[in-house]
Structures are given as structure tokens and as C-alpha cells.
């Protein structure tokens, strides 16, 4: 008894100093609190508003000012002279993978700095998860006051395969206070989970996905796994979207949209097994040909959309292709990646400004 009390006794202390250990890399890494709340939960909150990022929350290398944007701090009163500029979407623009400083929207700053100081702010409006009736929330009850020139807008179409559809009636939050994180939690497990990804075989990663997915799907009957996109879906993906737009555009904004980018082509490689299952696995009634099929259509529907109403189109897709160097998985980007993205953008940002001071 006592040598099993022992053992126990010494197991406790063994994670006990790996939590103290994982505490004290992300304080000297991150600045991150020794005690209390530290996840990425804390850059999240919904509030009179709707769902968006906390103002002033800080994790890892996310920072989000006290906006409500990722960046540096932002005044809603922009200097003479300034072109302002927002790029709105989902994770792919708020950035995921890349390193610090190196997302779309960073890189674009960046470059449109070097190409004309002084003259670009480019304004981080994405938020991960964030769907275009959830951004047209956003614009019309917060970002819009801040006087935006031009706006890129990068949806996700996949969003729009879930199991219940976004929703396009937006409706007050009425009830919804101040969401807070917990008081207290292990930072351990989501250390060591995030290291056995990296070192897990992708064989075995994509045995563990199937395995989720089939779990999942055994309780629906086989139809209930869509072979193509609905035709619902994408009717909706287009109209949730062109309300996106003439929002911003009411705001007095120019409105540049992009096409989405995957990285799998048709059929996906073999090699890119494993990462087919982890992106299905966030829409479970979506076959691989499902989602991919769902991209064609929803950029097909952009780039339509972008012709129909005289918008600036940037074929994001075509122009990274499937060139696996500009994705970190199934469709966010490495630092490359997000480089070319930047380059892209900004070459469309300085000629709608130009354009818009032409006499």
C-alpha cells in the first residue's frame, strides 16, 4: 500500500513539474501570466456586438488590440491623407500556422509599407471561424465606424457545408454578457497534444480521423453524406455573401473579394490522405469531392459576382495553385504561401487607390 501510495505520489509530482515547466516556457516565450487563464479562449468573446475577438487579449503570438483586431492598436479616426485598408475572413486571414508577423494580412502591411510609407493601414477584420453573416454583424455594428477605403473579403466555403448552415438572419445578442475563460486549467494537456501531432506517423493520424468520422456517421443513415455540393448551400454561400458586400459598400468602403485556396488536387494525392480527413472531420456530412466540389462552385460564384457588380477579383486559387510550400494543411498558408497572398492584394490595393484619386 505504502509503495503504491509512493508511486502515485511521485507520478503527481512528475506532471505537477511538467505543468510548472510548460507555465514557465510560455511566461519567457509569450509573456504569458504564471497564474490564471491562458488559451486561446481567451481571444474570443461574444457581447452586445456578436462573436469576435476579445479586445485586448493576448495569446501566444496572437494579439488583438483594443479594437477588436489582430495588430497594432488602431485610432477610429484615421490621419489625413491614409488609405485604409481591411482584410476580413475567417482563420485563413487571422492567421494560423504562419510565424509570428507573417500572416496575409501582416505581410500585406508590410509590403504596402515598404512600397509607400505612411501612406497603407491595413486593418487584421478576420476572426477564426467567423462565417459572412457573422462579418456582415461585425461591419455593421462596429467595424464600419472606422472609415475603411477598401475592404478585402477572403470567404470560406466550406462553412457552408456543416451540419446546420450559417445562419443569415442576424439578430441581436441580447442575453449574451461578456464571455470570460476559466479561472483555472492544466496548460499540459494541450502542450502535449499539440507535440504528439507533430510526431504521430500521418498513416496513423488519418487511421485515427477515419475512425472519428465513422463514429459520426454510423448514427445517419448513408445519404445523409453528401457526394456534391448542394445546390442550397451554394445559392446561400453566394447571397450571404453579396449582403456582405453591399453592407460594406453602404459604409462608402470599396470591396475587394478573393477566391478561397485549397491545396488538394482532383483527385486529392495520396500523400495528402491525412489532411483530407482532418478537414473533414469539421463537416462530417462532406465527401472529399463534396468539399472540393463546393470550392469550384463558391469560387465560381465570387468570381461572378465580382463581374456582375464591377469588383475587384483576386483568383487567390489560381494563384497558388496546389502547390503544397503555400499551405500548412488543407488550406491555411505557410509563410510563403501567405507572402504571395500579400503580394497579390497589395498590388490590387494600390491600384483601387490610385484609381480612386484619378481625377
Not at 1 to 19: D, I, P, S, Y
Not at 79 to 107: C, H, I, N
Not at 109 to 130: D, H, M, T, Y
Not at 273 to 278: D, P, Q, S
Amino acid at each position: 500500500m505504502r509503495r503504491a501510495a509512493r508511486a502515485l505520489f511521485l507520478c503527481l509530482l512528475f506532471v505537477a513539474t511538467l505543468e510548472v515547466c510548460t507555465r514557465v516556457e510560455a511566461s519567457w516565450r509569450w509573456e504569458a501570466p504564471f497564474w490564471g487563464p491562458y488559451s486561446s479562449e481567451m481571444l474570443r468573446i461574444t457581447d452586445e456586438i456578436g462573436t469576435r475577438n476579445r479586445p485586448g487579449a493576448r495569446f501566444e503570438k496572437w494579439v488583438i488590440n483594443s479594437a477588436g483586431f489582430r495588430g497594432p492598436e488602431l485610432q477610429v479616426e484615421k490621419a489625413p491623407g491614409v488609405v485604409r485598408v481591411g482584410v476580413a475572413g475567417a482563420s485563413e486571414v487571422f492567421g494560423l500556422y504562419e510565424s509570428p508577423d507573417k500572416d496575409v494580412t501582416a505581410q500585406l502591411r508590410q509590403q504596402l509599407s515598404a512600397s509607400a510609407p505612411g501612406r497603407f493601414e491595413v486593418v487584421n477584420l478576420a476572426s477564426a471561424g467567423i462565417t459572412p453573416p457573422r462579418l456582415r454583424e461585425l461591419f455593421e455594428r462596429w467595424a464600419g465606424r472606422f472609415g475603411f477605403d477598401a475592404v478585402v473579403v477572403y470567404p470560406t466555403p466550406a462553412f457552408y457545408l456543416d451540419v446546420d448552415p450559417p445562419s443569415h438572419t442576424v439578430g441581436p445578442h441580447a442575453g449574451h454578457g461578456a464571455s470570460a475563460p476559466e479561472a483555472f486549467s492544466l496548460r499540459l494537456p494541450d502542450k502535449l497534444w499539440r507535440a504528439l501531432r507533430e510526431l504521430l506517423p500521418a498513416g496513423l493520424q488519418a487511421w485515427l480521423k477515419r475512425v472519428q468520422l465513422d463514429k459520426v456517421r454510423r448514427a445517419h443513415a448513408p445519404q445523409w453524406v453528401w457526394s456534391a455540393a448542394p445546390p442550397e448551400r451554394v445559392a446561400l454561400f453566394e447571397s450571404d455573401l453579396l449582403e456582405l458586400v453591399q453592407s460594406i459598400e453602404r459604409s462608402g468602403a470599396r470591396v475587394i473579394l478573393a477566391t478561397h485556396a485549397n491545396r488538394f488536387a482532383s483527385p486529392p494525392r495520396s500523400e495528402d490522405e491525412a489532411i483530407m480527413l482532418g478537414w473533414i472531420r469539421f463537416y462530417p456530412r462532406a465527401s472529399p469531392e463534396c468539399l472540393l466540389d463546393m470550392e469550384r462552385q463558391a469560387n465560381d460564384a465570387v468570381r461572378r459576382l465580382g463581374s456582375e457588380h464591377g469588383l475587384r477579383v483576386v483568383d487567390v486559387q489560381e494563384l497558388t495553385g496546389k502547390d503544397p510550400r503555400y499551405y500548412a494543411d488543407f488550406s491555411h498558408f505557410t509563410d510563403e504561401g501567405a507572402a504571395r497572398v500579400a503580394a497579390a492584394l497589395g498590388a490590387e490595393v494600390r491600384s483601387l487607390a490610385t484609381t480612386r484619386e484619378a481625377p
